[in-house]
């Protein structure tokens, strides 16, 4: 039997091929790569779908939180409120810019920030809060903003697994100051390399933005301020046009592939399927189950001799990678966290991913685990 992959891409490609060569043979011919035609109308198009004031295009989505960082004066001595939870880049780039990444709890339902625990790490050095939308799942916003207006702290969402996701019918990354994005291959938006964006609804800060990703040039060789070089290129704007025009069709069939799999897997023993707020809608990035009594290993390795890739996203929460072990953070500290890199499981999927492999995924799962 075919194995059936965590990802497939190449499906994805094939069903829009003649349209993407097409496009990128087109910006061949132009031989215009930098902040040209393609980089200008996808942002565009991106303030549309997302509803927000200004997109502004970058290299990474590592980049769109260190420019939203530096865009709001983020350096030494300051602090930033990061989930443990989460890929590296969301604490990484706060430690690029000189501040100090303090690591929060989370809320085991969502894998997400949990709203209640936050007011405990902030300090007078505390600067701004970074909720990451995890595996496409929006952050309890609400509470959050509260405490930001509350406490005069920044927002930065980091939005780069949620490209679509709303919450209380907005989009994720438009509800705080500065909402970063990443086109890594494998996100709901994929460029063909890396790629990133951040959005605001700020017109000052969209500008500092649009300064601060090439060179703090307001015209060619005047440079307003210290800048770096973090652009999209004009490949990758071509691909990401061509697939944001999808991206609503895509996140549909991912939202019922995760029901399918929520049914089929409900009375399953020691599963638990992911949570959703009742208000926001998850876009499935991933789709990560539980798997109590430390039997997920176990499960990880029945599935992957009966032909189903699966992936632990994450394996060990932040607090205690070796990069932070200088924070003396120790086990015990953010249980929910911990607990959850113990349990977590990531099944395939993607928009082409049929009902057949689906069910064929939960039925491996059913027969391991039992009822
Ligand atoms: C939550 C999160 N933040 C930040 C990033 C960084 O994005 P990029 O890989 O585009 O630099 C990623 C992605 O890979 C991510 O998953």
Redesign the pocket.
């Known amino acids: 039997m075919e194995r059936i992959p965590l990802l497939d891409l190449k499906a994805q490609y094939r069903s829009l091929k003649s349209q993407i060569d097409q496009a990128v043979l087109a910006v061949l011919e132009s031989q215009r790569f930098i902040l040209g035609p393609n980089v200008k109308a996808f942002e565009q198009e991106a303030e549309q779908f997302l509803g927000t004031r200004h997109v502004i295009a970058c290299a990474?989505?590592?980049?769109a939180?260190e420019l939203a960082l530096r865009a709001l004066g983020i350096g030494s001595k300051h602090e930033v409120v990061v989930p443990a939870f989460?890929?590296a880049?969301?604490a990484m780039q706060v430690s690029r810019v000189g501040a100090e990444p303090v690591f929060a709890d989370i809320e085991p339902d969502t894998f997400n920030l949990d709203p209640m625990r936050l007011s405990q790490h902030l300090t007078s050095r505390t600067k701004a809060m970074m909720p990451?939308h995890?595996f496409g799942c929006p952050v309890d916003m609400e509470p959050v903003l509260a405490l930001a207006k509350q406490r005069e702290l920044y927002i930065i969402e980091?939005a780069?697994?949620a490209i679509g996701a709303t919450y209380h019918g907005a989009a994720v990354g438009t509800l705080g100051h500065i909402g970063c994005f990443?086109?890594?291959p494998s996100k709901n938006l994929g460029a063909y390399g890396?790629?990133?964006m951040l959005v605001t609804n700020d017109d000052v800060l969209a500008d500092e933005l649009r300064l601060l990703r090439n060179h703090g040039q307001t015209d060619r060789y005047t440079s307003e301020t210290i800048g770096t070089n973090s652009r999209l290129d004009e490949i990758q704007a071509a691909v990401l046009r061509i697939k944001l025009q999808h991206l609503r069709a895509w996140t549909t069939a991912r939202r019922s592939i995760a029901r399918r799999y929520n049914e089929l897997l409900r009375d399953v023993k020691d599963v638990r399927a992911p949570g959703e707020l009742p208000h926001a809608e998850h876009v499935f990035y991933v789709y990560t189950i539980r798997v109590k009594n430390r039997r997920r290993d176990a499960l990880r390795q029945y599935l992957d001799q009966r032909g189903i890739d699966t992936s632990v996203y994450y394996p060990v929460p932040l607090h205690l990678q070796r990069a932070y072990l200088y924070q003396e953070r120790k086990r015990g500290d953010l249980p929910e966290c911990e607990q959850a890199c113990e349990e977590v499981l990531s099944l395939p999927i993607y928009p082409e991913l049929t009902d057949a492999q689906v069910e064929r995924i939960a039925g491996e799962i059913t027969s391991f685990l039992g009822k």
Do not use: H, N, P, R
Not at 60 to 63: A, L
């Open positions: 990474s989505g590592s980049d939180l989460t890929f880049a969301s990451v995890l980091d780069a697994q990443s086109f890594y890396d790629g990133g």
